[in-house]
């Protein structure tokens, strides 16, 4: 990818109003990111970077340059330690544009197409609020997910990638057509799923952490399952990781209980 545009990493003009639509929605998301689902989000971050293996454009494209195959924590903690930058600090904070920079130099020149990086942005928005909906204490609200939309839409604007779409709900179907048309299982994904797959039980609550180990498979839907090879974990198993975060999840809303209103 080579940034389109002649300002520093491609950032286009920001209007004024969206300027300020851009200030509310990365304070929210913050507040998602670090407060209301700190850990379901990570969670749901790394479920989403996961999700990438399974198009082989962008597998081929990862497993080429052996970072996330020799050194997979530590390629792992570089990309969070990057996301989240942006997630604390906002996308036009100094630290901020650092970060942007480096990720437009990062892939400046790889061999992917332009809805092949949206579809990554699309992966890291989505998963995360998807797996909140199903998982955590309580799902998100619309406003909560347009705020999710207009930050990555955003960072996109920023990276010079074109065709992200212009709501939550649409970049949503989107990224379930471009699934439906582009997962397929590859060597590539693979060895990536193979090499990485410690890393997500890491992100777990230490309790919960061995059996996300154990139940890998039960963490993906079908469509990643079969682009990756896996079998469908049985019955009981599949009963027992959705018991388990049914508990979690009433768990944590007891302990929330009052700490949220809906009106």
Known sequence: ?????????GRRPCPV??????????????????????????????LGFYRTFAVPA?????AGTGKMTTRPKVRAKVTGEMMYALIHHGL??????????ALVRLH?????????????LAAFCVT????????????????????AHVFYA??????????????????????????????????????????TRSVLADR?????????????????DDRARRAFGMRKPGVPLRWGVAAALWARGRWMRRRRAGTFDRS
Do not use: C
């Open 108 to 120: 400046a020149g790889l061999p992917a197409a332009e809805e092949d990086f949206v579809y990554v």
């Open 128 to 147: 995360p609020l998807r797996w909140i909906d199903q998982h955590a204490w309580r799902p998100t609200t619309r406003t909560e997910r347009d705020a």
């Open 58 to 62: 962008i597998a081929r494209v990862l």
């Open 154 to 195: 955003g960072l996109a604007r920023r990276m010079g990638i074109d065709g992200m779409p212009d709501s939550y709900a649409e970049l949503a179907a989107w990224m379930t057509r471009y699934e439906t048309e582009r997962f397929a299982p590859t060597p590539e994904g693979r060895l990536l799923l193979g090499s």
């Open 1 to 9: 990818m080579t940034p389109k545009h002649d300002t520093p990493s």
């Open 17 to 46: 109003d969206l300027a300020e639509r851009e200030r509310q929605a990365h304070v929210l998301y913050r507040r998602l990111a670090t407060d209301d689902f700190a850990v379901d989000l990570k969670i749901g971050l790394n």
């Open 204 to 220: 777990f609550p230490r309790p919960v952490a061995p059996l996300a180990q154990a139940a890998f498979g039960a963490l993906f």
């Open 92 to 101: 036009d904070a100094p630290r901020g544009q650092a970060v942007i920079d």
